[in-house]
């Protein structure tokens, strides 16, 4: 993966990687904010991936 962001609903963003492999998934997001779990709410992601 070229990148993966993570932003709440006011855009901020919550989540960045970059340069990662795709098929490990503790690479990913895991639904924590500064180290703790995320509130329920509506979350947007861009996924860039290699061609």
């Known amino acids: 993966m070229q990148s993966l962001r993570?932003?709440?609903?006011?855009?901020?963003?919550?989540?960045?990687?970059?340069?990662f492999p795709a098929n490990n998934p503790t690479l990913g997001w895991d639904g924590?904010?500064?180290?703790?779990p995320a509130p329920v709410d509506a979350?947007?992601?861009?996924?860039?991936?290699d061609l």
């Open 32 to 36: 924590n904010i500064n180290g703790r």
């Open 43 to 49: 979350y947007i992601y861009i996924a860039e991936g």
């Open 6 to 19: 993570v932003f709440n609903r006011w855009g901020q963003l919550v989540f960045e990687r970059r340069d």
